[in-house]
């Protein structure tokens, strides 16, 4: 059992381009003020080069993120056996955005299906809304049949 090497060259990997594709939600792992880390579900969007979120300009992650920009990225299908994960590293970004972010709105489609994506993203229309860009640092991919966590492999 081998453990994947972790390139950036990994998210041209059919199970990363998959799940970068797929509409399970990513995990966004960040550090919270005092030290704690904290974990949010959170749609996203891959245009193949960095990993966007859109979030409320309320959210609790904004108060922390450009200071503690250090994250962590999990997007995995634990639905069916082999199941498979990537795990992405890297410095978010935040810009606030007087709309929705376009990326946001591309994730919806993908999320809900074009109607019911426009409709969602037409009722957030004119709220404010951040966009949170991750240009991934560290990729790996696991997918518990050639690739498997470091404490599995000889």
């Known amino acids: 059992m081998a453990a994947e090497s972790s390139g950036i060259t990994l998210l041209d990997d059919p199970v990363a381009r998959e799940l970068l594709g797929s509409t399970q939600v990513a995990r966004l792992a960040y550090t919270w003020r005092d030290g704690t880390p904290r974990v949010v579900p959170i749609w996203f969007h891959y245009d193949g080069e960095v990993v ?9 992650k904004l108060h ?48 809900l299906g074009d109607e019911q994506g426009e409709s969602w993203v037409a009722s957030l229309r004119g709220l404010p809304m951040a966009r949170i860009s991750v240009r991934p640092a560290f990729v790996r991919v696991i997918d518990f049949v050639t690739r498997f966590p470091s404490a599995l492999s000889a």
Do not use: F, H, K
């Not at 966007?52 to 609790?60: D, E, K, V």
């Not at 503690?68 to 810009?95: F, K, M, Q, S």
């Not at 972010?101 to 999320?111: K, M």
């Open 52 to 60: 966007s979120m859109g979030t409320p300009a309320r959210a609790p």
């Open 64 to 111: 922390v993120l450009p200071d503690r920009p250090e994250v962590a990225i999990t997007i995995d299908d634990e639905r069916v056996w082999p199941y498979r994960a990537l795990l992405i590293r890297g410095r978010a970004r935040v810009e606030m955005l007087d709309d929705v972010a376009p990326e946001y709105a591309a994730a919806a489609r993908r999320y």
